[in-house]
């Protein structure tokens, strides 16, 4: 029987050992920063480190406890994998640790190079070696957040995290020092934030490197929400049209990523693409661009077309064109759409009465607020903020 099993974004097979009836436990080696270090010194040092690599694991494997692990299981470009068996999971743990100490300081010693070790937990059952590969890639990932040249048992991985267990601190927010990159073309300003957001949040208790790429991600789409040039009627962004220029299967590829340098590769070859799509709008997109800030800015005002066209000094009648052109709408029902989404927010979030929370969004009469509400939304203000409010109310109680 042969155990089919994706390791690293890899699919890999491995067979069958003759005694692995019982606990089985998988070590997982991986060469730091491999694909940087490629790029950098060329594909010719990178194929000579790996053919000495690859015999050094060898060598360790032949001459420690033969009979009690399976055969090294390459996992391209830049890992090994060793699936070790035995009757006493105690045991075969300490066999597993002084193992993957031993394959770093060879590898280290015969490349030059950092190695980081996984070494899973011990696992029995029909599914065992798949479960045991899974954790020791889980225990690998662990270097995203605390840094590569270790060995990371994910047994003491998980008990480190479970100490720690609680709510996450809001990670440093980095988004206003991201837009401005973003608005003024400077891509490599937008990859020095993220980079150095990266090293600080890595640094945060209870980060872990899911929670790392969830907030990673969250930033890259907020990256392309600035960056978008169309934007739907009610102001929000046009995500067809984001994803048509920055499919989100490359933003899941991060998911695959487990070395914190190929992290910012990643970002190097993402964020230009984002900055570009921001960087050069047509004319008519720039005027629209700039009536939308400034409705997004003024939308609390008595706005009006004729007061709007005067203080971005364009015709009224070009402002109308643009508005039914570019996003399908017009000038009143965008402007109605921002007040109402704005309505919404403050209805959901504050305990304002009804009244003052027309008055914020623009509308010196409630009754006119309440129609335009109820005509959006499909209810009434009151009714809207019941709904939002009664199961936070309920879950208190």
């Not at 089919?4 to 097979?13: E, F, P, R, Y």
């Not at 075969?92 to 590898?107: K, N, P």
């Not at 017009?330 to 009465?353: I, S, W």
């Not at 335009?372 to 199961?391: A, N």
Request: charge should be negative; hydrophobic fraction near 45%; proline fraction near 5%.
């Amino acid at each position: 029987m042969r155990h089919h099993s994706t390791v690293l974004g890899q699919a890999i097979t491995v067979p069958d050992q003759a005694g692995d009836e019982g606990h089985v436990l998988v070590v997982l080696a991986d060469i730091d920063d491999f694909e940087v270090n490629r790029l950098s010194r060329g594909d010719e040092w990178a194929a000579g480190m790996l053919e000495a690599a690859a015999a050094a694991v060898e060598r360790c494997a032949a001459g420690y406890a033969p009979e009690r692990h399976g055969a090294v299981v390459a996992v391209p470009p830049d890992a090994w994998m060793v699936t070790f068996h035995g009757a006493d999971p105690t045991e075969l743990r300490a066999t597993g640790r002084r193992f993957a100490a031993l394959v770093r300081d060879r590898v280290q010693a015969a490349c030059g190079v950092a190695v980081t070790v996984g070494i899973s937990r011990t696992s029995t059952g029909p599914a065992r070696v798949e479960a045991a590969t899974a954790e020791a890639v889980a225990a690998l990932d662990h270097k995203l957040v605390s840094g590569g040249d270790a060995v990371y048992d994910l047994a003491d991985v998980r008990v480190a995290r479970a100490a720690g267990a609680g709510p996450v601190p809001v990670p440093d927010r980095v988004e206003e020092r991201l837009a401005r990159c973003i608005r003024r073309g400077d891509a490599t300003g937008a990859v020095a934030t993220l980079r150095s957001w990266i090293e600080r949040v890595s640094a945060v208790d209870g980060v872990t490197p899911d929670v790392l790429r969830e907030w990673l991600a969250a930033e890259v789409l907020y990256a392309l929400e600035v960056a978008g040039q169309r934007r739907l009627s009610d102001g929000s962004t046009d995500w067809i049209a984001a994803c048509s220029r920055l499919p989100l299967n490359e933003v899941a590829e991060m998911y695959d990523i487990h070395d914190r340098s190929y992290l910012v590769l990643w970002l190097e070859q993402l964020l230009p693409r984002i900055v570009a799509s921001h960087a050069a709008p047509s004319p008519a997109r720039h005027v629209l661009a700039v009536v939308e800030r400034h409705i997004q800015d003024h939308y609390a005002d008595d706005l009006r077309l004729v007061t709007v066209s005067e203080a971005v000094f364009v015709s009224p009648y070009y402002i109308s064109h643009l508005f039914q052109r570019e996003l399908g709408t017009t000038f009143l029902k965008y402007l109605t759409a921002v007040r109402m989404r704005h309505g919404r927010r403050l209805l959901a979030e504050t305990d304002l009465p009804v009244e003052l929370v027309a008055e914020q969004v623009g509308y010196q009469a409630p009754k006119r607020f309440r129609e335009l509400f109820k005509r959006t939304f499909h209810v009434t203000p009151s009714e809207y903020r019941r709904q939002v409010t009664t199961p936070v109310l309920r879950a208190v109680g």
